[in-house]
Nanobody, 127 residues
Framework: QVQLVESGPGLVKPSQTLSLTCTVS??????????WSWIRQSPGNELEWIGTYGWAGSTSLNPSLKSRTSISADTSKGLFTLQLRSVTPEDTAVYYCARGRTPSYRPYVDRSDFNSWGQGTQVTISS
């Protein structure tokens, strides 16, 4: 059973970079066919797909966030990371990491699109 745990600061100032880490246990990031994603949900809105890191090292990003987003992994440590640059209060959300079956998704997703989820971490953008 794969388990995912998000970690990172809960408060980020506007214009700064939001950095989050997802630590994976119970399975290797380089497992054939595994895709590791970041998703977020702000109050009253749907789950928004941010981007995905593939088991072979590929990345795919939501076009609306692509210019500000980087996703990478340290497979030796069993973790993958999200960096979202130039944040604004509109980036305030609960951020989730998840394991799925495909390398990319439509901009808004359902929980059933993924096999396993982290518990989520609240990130607030405020000065």
């Amino acid at each position: 059973q794969v388990q995912l745990v998000e970690s990172g600061p809960g408060l980020v100032k506007p214009s700064q970079t939001l950095s989050l880490t997802c630590t994976v246990s119970g399975g290797a990031i380089r497992t054939n066919g595994a895709y590791w994603s970041w998703i977020r949900q702000s109050p009253g809105n749907e789950l928004e797909w941010i981007g995905t890191y593939g088991w072979a090292g590929s990345t795919s990003l939501n076009p609306s966030l692509k210019s500000r987003t980087s996703i990478s992994a340290d497979t030796s440590k069993g973790l993958f990371t999200l960096q979202l640059r130039s944040v604004t209060p509109e980036d305030t959300a609960v951020y989730y990491c998840a394991r799925g079956r495909t390398p990319s998704y439509r901009p808004y997703v359902d929980r059933s699109d993924f096999n396993s989820w982290g518990q989520g971490t609240q990130v607030t953008i405020s000065s």
